[in-house]
């Protein structure tokens, strides 16, 4: 069966980085995009980007431009995202997400959530 | 950036009943409209893809419709475990966008 575990909770200070791992199992992982999504305590769900897990091209939300990257290595079937310079407000729970469909962008699997805290 | 209006934010319904939530976006999207429900400490759960369709292993009580830029998910007959939160999704181009979410309560 599919799964998408992620690492666990990271407490950070402002101006720091965060790595979050997704490991992925029971598909071909190389198949399909892996998309994150960030929800903030008490909030709705915010698109941050998606890597091609075969070509390693991704594609990333504006706002978080040139804050974010996303990686994968294939060996160990994982999915990474790194947010840098890290503030307050990205204080979130993270999530990886399986994309399928036409355009890859139906989540059908997600992870757990990886809770990140920006907090001096 | 395509935006997603989600009416209403919230509801209280009852057991039985039927429940409409609407989903309208700033431009056509054709069908590429999903549906997801996330229930409080738990990752969404996808419920409707490309508009009308029934994800594997989701009750037949749930149902989509639409197209272009007015979407309607409809749950026909409320049941306790539907208590949740429910968010559309865009698909048709990057940035992915989200409605903000409609929570549906017991009255």
């Known amino acids: 069966q599919v799964q998408l575990v992620q690492s666990g909770a990271e407490v950070k200070k402002p101006g720091a980085s965060v790595k979050v791992s997704c490991k992925a199992s029971?598909?071909?992982?190389?198949?399909?995009?892996m998309h994150w999504v960030r929800q903030a305590p008490g909030q709705g769900l915010e698109w941050v980007g998606w890597?091609?897990?075969?070509?390693?091209?991704?594609n990333y939300a504006q706002r978080f431009q040139g804050r974010v990257t996303m990686s994968r290595d294939t060996s160990i079937s994982t999915a990474y995202m790194e947010l840098t310079n890290l503030r307050p407000d990205d204080t979130a729970l993270y999530y990886c997400?399986?994309?399928?469909?036409?355009?890859?962008?139906?989540?059908?699997?997600w992870g757990q959530g990886t809770l990140v805290t920006v907090s001096s | 950036d395509i935006q997603m209006t989600q009416s209403p934010s919230s509801l209280s319904a009852s057991v039985g009943d039927r429940v409409t939530i609407t989903c309208r976006t700033s431009?056509?999207?054709?069908?590429?409209l999903n549906w997801y429900q996330q229930k409080p400490g738990k990752a969404p759960k996808l419920l409707i893809y490309?508009?009308?369709s029934l994800q594997s292993g989701v009750p037949s009580r749930f149902s989509g419709s639409g197209s272009g830029t007015d979407f309607t998910l409809t749950i026909s007959s409320l049941q306790p475990e539907d208590f949740a939160t429910y968010y559309c999704?865009?698909?048709?181009?990057?940035?992915?966008?989200f409605g903000q979410g409609t929570k549906v309560e017991i009255k």
């Open positions: 490309a508009a009308s």
């Open positions: 029971g598909y071909t992982f190389t198949g399909q995009f």
């Open positions: 997400a399986r994309g399928v469909g036409a355009t890859g962008g139906n989540l059908d699997f």
């Open positions: 999704q865009q698909s048709y181009s990057t940035p992915q966008t």
């Open positions: 431009q056509s999207i054709t069908i590429y």
């Open positions: 890597i091609n897990p075969n070509s390693g091209h991704t």
